[in-house]
T-cell receptor, first 114, second 117 residues
């Protein structure tokens, strides 16, 4: 079953605008990660945020984590046409036996129009 | 260095036939994972290898699915008597040795798109 649920399912914006995607999850986590998938290509790891962190930045990416609400958001600033892709959140469980397994959400399809 | 590679990139087969999907992990990565991506189920974990052993096969959807890993490197995912619902993209990932409560980034291959007619 899917742990993470992203919203929106699809997002269309103009180049230069910011894009915000949200992810909710259900169980206790060790960390949460965001991945990008371009059409026809594999998943690329973007950023990881640990359960004891609240915000993290990497270039044009900003991730927040609210463990009390079991939710995370990914902000892409100053979007580019090349950012067009599907974005997935994935959680790693906090239970000792499963801290290697990524549990993915269904993803947000982002389209950045030039 | 080279990333994770998978072959074939596309596979079309007839219902009832067996298929083998191959994954070559990044050299030196002891952990290997198989995931499946389908329209209805999204991205699902299938199986995890640490070296040649598979401590977690919990995601394999049925006994028609099996996987092995030899020499701590290449892995093969086999689907016997394929069904139409097996149609999906099968993704392989690898990472360095797993440490308890430590993050080991998983590097994904491009996937094998399986279509069962």
């Amino acid at each position: 079953s899917q742990q993470g649920e992203e919203d929106p399912q699809a997002l269309s914006i103009q180049e230069g605008e910011n894009a915000t995607m949200n992810c909710s999850y259900k169980t206790s986590i060790n960390n949460l990660q965001w991945y990008r998938q371009n059409s026809g290509r594999g998943l690329v790891h973007l950023i990881l945020i640990r359960s004891n962190e609240r915000e993290k930045h990497s270039g044009r990416l900003r991730v927040t984590l609210d463990t009390s609400k079991k939710s995370s958001s990914l902000l892409i600033t100053a979007s580019r046409a090349a950012d067009t892709a599907s974005y997935f959140c994935a959680t790693v469980s906090n239970s000792g036996g499963s801290n290697y397994k990524l549990t993915f959400g269904k993803g947000t399809l982002l389209t950045v129009n030039p | 260095g080279a990333g994770v590679s998978q072959s074939p990139s596309n596979k079309v087969t007839e219902k009832g036939k067996d298929v083998e999907l191959r994954c070559d992990p990044i050299s030196g990565h002891t952990a290997l994972y198989w995931y499946r991506q389908s329209l209805g189920q999204g991205l699902e974990f299938l199986i995890y290898f640490q070296g040649n052993s598979a401590p977690d096969k919990s995601g394999l959807p049925s006994d028609r699915f099996s996987a092995e890993r030899t020499g701590g490197s290449v892995s093969t995912l086999t689907i016997q008597r394929t069904q139409q619902e097996d149609s999906a993209v099968y993704l392989c990932a690898s990472s360095l040795v797993r440490l308890a409560y430590s993050y080991n980034e998983q590097f994904f291959g491009p996937g094998t798109r399986l279509t069962v007619l």
